[in-house]
């Protein structure tokens, strides 16, 4: 089991961060912070409080595909279904995905049963040196609807073969997060790709950083907080989300 010796305050500092760096003047009802996911165990099927302009909740099983030169892989650990080992994986309400995994114990003795593996050996270009130079994790990622694509779709509303492109970040810790568009990135300067969700069928969706709305396919950039740009990596992934 991969240790994470991360106190109780520093997980608290890692999830505030990174709800900073993910505030880049999109609307509230748009934007989920990190500190709204649940590890609890309690969620049930969906949601049966719907408030005006929202969908009921969709718990998923995510799938990470672990294809030949992703960067950006499971833990081995099989899929990450919410609710099991400290996951939790949904679109919510807004139609966003929302994904998290817990620490399990308290204080020095904290530890991670789930993580994503994340490969930074592979820059496009560097302006300044980055905390990481390979392999590091992943805990938390969550989308949000890109300023250039303003008639979103919620996630779950899809249609059977329709595709969407949104924005996305993630990390693990108070030195980094990666943007796939998201937040300072998501400008048409930024180099980095944009999240293209398809929904497949009824049940499943697929999402990859590949498609005709992206200035460079499987492109992320990796920043500390809003201000500092540290450049641009390959990071090619897929992920398969099944509703439960």
């Known amino acids: 089991m991969k240790k994470n010796l991360l106190s109780n305050t ?6 505030g961060l990174l709800l900073i760096t993910m505030i880049g003047g999109c609307k509230k ?31 998923l099983k995510l799938t990470v595909n672990n294809a030949t030169g992703d960067r ?11 609710g099991s080992q400290g996951v939790s994986a949904r679109f919510d309400q807004y139609g966003n995905f929302i994904f998290g995994i817990g620490a399990v114990g308290h204080g020095q003795s904290a530890s991670l049963v789930r993580w994503l593996n994340i490969d930074f050996s592979s820059p496009v270009v560097v302006y300044s040196n980055p905390p990481i130079t390979g392999h590091d994790i992943v805990t938390a990622i969550t989308t949000i609807p ?15 073969g329709q ?5 996305l970040t993630g990390g693990s810790n108070a ?14 300067t930024s180099q980095s790709a944009y999240m293209v969700v398809t929904r497949m069928s009824a049940t499943q969706w697929t999402m990859i950083p590949v498609g ?10 990796l920043r500390n907080g809003p201000d500092i740009l540290y450049g641009y990596w390959n990071m090619p992934f897929s992920f398969t989300l099944t509703s439960l």
């Open 146 to 160: 890109g300023a250039a694509f303003p008639n979103y779709t919620f996630l779950q509303n899809l249609t059977v």
């Open 212 to 221: 005709s709305c992206s200035p460079n396919s499987n492109v992320c950039a």
């Open 175 to 188: 030195n980094w997060v990666m943007n796939f568009h998201r937040a300072t990135e998501d400008v048409s």
């Open 72 to 82: 950006l892989t499971s833990d081995g650990g099989g899929d990450y279904v919410n």
């Open 10 to 15: 520093s997980i608290k500092v890692i999830t």
């Open 163 to 167: 595709t969407e492109c949104i924005t």
């Open 29 to 59: 009802n748009n934007q989920p912070a990190l500190s709204e996911i649940k590890n609890d165990n309690s969620e049930t099927a969906s949601s049966s409080i719907k408030r005006p302009g929202t969908t009921s909740d969709v718990f």
